[in-house]
């Protein structure tokens, strides 16, 4: 069996997890119905983030850096899997883990810095280090705060689906 780097990074060994495709990417049925794997995307991203994933589909790796959302990727989609009309890129969020060294006490505000959109926010503690807070209408899913933690402690993922309990 096969384990991609950013299977192993994320520690999905069985391939369960949603992977995370490039910005404008169809529902994950229809883009794996069209796209043919053909690379230009991987190839042309700018950012060097499009990588080869599971099935030679191309996908996000965030510890490489974050997405610019310049759309050359769409520009050079031949097949239609991916759709620059989508009223947003993704539907992606950030979380950050217990790993965070500023929740340790450290002062650090690495993600903080890279954040263009100014998501990431940072709560004061008296006589501590303060410790980021993500402002999800505010966070577009770029990634570029992943890259950005030098312990690995934000992540970027689809939103957790709530079952709807059965009356």
């Known amino acids: 069996m096969e384990v991609s780097r950013a299977q ?14 490039p910005p404008f990417a169809l529902t994950e049925h229809d883009f794996i119905e069209r796209c043919n794997r ?5 190839t042309v991203c700018p950012e060097h983030i499009l990588v080869s994933g599971r099935g030679g589909f191309p996908q996000i790796d965030f510890s490489q850096g974050g997405c610019s959302f310049c759309t050359d990727c769409v520009k050079v989609c031949r097949t239609g899997s991916l759709d620059s009309t989508a009223t947003s890129p993704w539907n992606l969020e950030a979380s950050i883990s217990e790993k965070c060294i500023a929740q340790q006490g450290v002062e650090c505000r690495s993600c ?3 954040c263009e959109t100014a998501a990431l926010r940072f709560r004061l503690r008296i ?11 505010r966070c577009t899913g770029c990634g570029m ?9 934000i992540s970027i993922h689809h939103p957790i689906q709530q079952e709807v309990p059965q009356s």
């Open 112 to 114: 903080g810095d890279q």
């Open 127 to 137: 006589g501590n280090s303060a410790i980021p807070m993500i402002k999800p209408y």
């Open 8 to 21: 192993f990074l994320r520690g999905d060994f069985s391939g369960r997890a949603k992977p995370i495709r």
């Open 145 to 153: 705060c992943v890259s950005a933690c030098p312990v690995t402690a």
């Open 38 to 42: 053909c690379g230009d995307c991987i």
